[in-house]
């Protein structure tokens, strides 16, 4: 299943892409960036509950990473979320997930989204709040993994945010 919208082709990752999804996190500079063969791993793996945005080209633009939670297979988890720098502003980040997460609903009953998200990072912060607001969903918010589980140096406490109930409405 794909979805267009003006030169944005949205559709699911394929093992070819994961090349360019590790580019474009380690080129975000704000995503922990996981080695290629993850990358690699997550297009062959996770397809099914993730989404690339492609240019005008076919490149990918974009991309989210999830994934269902297994003890709660109608949350979806979000893994990553990113955007090529010089296709920021344009929506694209928005037009992924609510992509995603319309078909995720039409095809597996998703009722809830759940992503991290750092003290900070306001475009994250913005892009999940601003989806519950145009699906008329709450956003719950509570500290997942506090700072000091984080081994190997700092790290920001990664803050819960849980989006529901998502509907049929959400895939409309």
Not at 63 to 82: D, K, M, N
Not at 117 to 128: D, K, M
């Amino acid at each position: 299943m794909t979805a267009a919208s003006g030169d944005l082709l949205i559709e699911r990752p394929a093992t070819t892409d994961g090349a360019a999804l590790w580019r474009l996190a380690k080129d975000s500079k704000t995503l922990d960036l996981n080695s290629s063969y993850s990358y690699l791993l997550w297009c062959r793996d996770f397809a099914a509950t993730s989404a690339v945005a492609r240019g005008a080209d076919g490149e990918p633009v974009g991309f989210i990473t999830g994934y269902l939670r297994p003890e709660r297979p109608r949350t979806l988890l979000v893994w990553q979320v990113a955007v090529d720098a010089g296709h920021r502003g344009l929506g694209i980040a928005a037009s992924l997930l609510d992509s995603l997460t319309a078909r995720l609903v039409t095809e597996r009953g998703i009722t809830e989204l759940e992503t991290t998200i750092t003290p900070g990072n306001t475009a994250s912060e913005r892009l999940f709040t601003s989806f519950a607001e145009r699906h008329g969903a709450q956003v719950g918010r509570e500290v997942l993994f506090p700072a000091d589980l984080f081994p190997g140096g700092p790290h920001d406490p990664e803050v819960l945010y849980r989006i529901g109930p998502l509907s049929e409405t959400t895939a409309l």
